[in-house]
């Protein structure tokens, strides 16, 4: 479609995914991750896979989050690696 | 993240304005599921996303669910059943698992007042299979995150 578009989203999408690894707090972690599928999301839909775009903004952007934070309520919110 | 939040805009803007427009807009991916993008999966991935919107912002130690686990587990239970129900009883008719022009469903074209093809109602039915069983085990996996380790 606009390939400028396309490209600016993914260059979020790496960068966002590479900021995810390399966060040392957990939860920021987890919101890094959120921006990582949200960013998946808005690509797929520009590609044409709408389906799959509405199940990674539902899932990823949704579901995972609260999911991922949930576990990190049960052990030590900061990474030790 | 499961203590409850005293705040009344809160509780208003979640509980009266944002979950229910969620649920309506989960039922709507359900039943366009076929002729348009959704179906039972991306439907119950947005309803369970209301329910625990809603569980966020109620907190889990004042009072008793609406829903509570116990209902959940049996509804994941009957979703993954209506599936399977759906593939055996074409299977009893004599002809193959999941074959849903042999489901006994020519009854639903009269009550609804319109004609559906008895395939178009099968995969119907299977996506709400999926639905049911799709919501509750992403609730039941949120319900088993936040709890206190209490026996039941």
């Given at each position: 479609m606009?390939?400028e578009?396309e ?9 966002s ?6 966060l ?15 960013m998946a999301?808005?690509?797929l ?18 579901i ?11 052990m ?6 | ?7 009344i ?9 944002l979950?229910?427009f969620?649920?309506?807009f ?8 076929e ?5 039972g999966f ?13 569980r966020?912002?109620?907190?889990s130690?004042?009072?008793?669910r ?5 209902v ?7 979703g993954?059943?209506?599936y399977?129900l ?7 008719a004599?002809v193959?698992?999941l ?5 006994p469903?020519?009854?639903?074209n ?15 039915i ?5 639905f049911i069983g799709?919501?509750s085990?992403?609730?039941i ?5 936040t ?6």
């Amino acid at each position: 479609m606009v390939w400028e578009l396309e490209l600016a989203l993914f260059g979020l999408l790496v960068v966002s995914a590479i900021v995810a690894l390399q966060l040392r707090d957990l939860i920021a972690a987890v919101a890094a991750l959120s921006v990582y599928s949200f960013m998946a999301a808005a690509l797929l839909a520009m590609m044409g896979a709408v389906d799959v775009a509405f199940t990674e903004a539902a899932l990823g952007a949704g579901i995972t989050g609260v999911l991922f934070i949930g576990a990190i309520s049960l052990m030590h919110r900061r990474s030790v690696d | 993240m499961t203590e409850q939040h005293d705040s009344i805009i809160l509780n208003f803007v979640v509980r009266v304005l944002l979950v229910p427009f969620i649920f309506v807009f989960g039922v709507y991916v359900l039943v366009h599921g076929e002729a348009s993008p959704g179906g039972g999966f991306q439907a119950g991935a947005i309803v369970a996303a209301g329910l625990v919107l809603a569980r966020l912002t109620t907190g889990s130690e004042h009072g008793e669910r609406r829903i509570s686990t116990r209902v959940l587990l049996w509804l994941a239970s009957a979703g993954i059943g209506i599936y399977v129900l759906a593939g055996i009883v074409p299977l009893l008719a004599g002809v193959n698992f999941l074959d849903y022009a042999a489901l006994p469903v020519e009854w639903f074209n009269a009550v609804a007042g319109h004609e559906r093809t008895n395939r178009a109602m099968g995969i119907f039915i299977v996506e709400v299979g999926i639905f049911i069983g799709v919501f509750s085990v992403l609730v039941i996996l949120y319900d088993h995150l936040t709890e206190r380790f209490t026996d039941d």
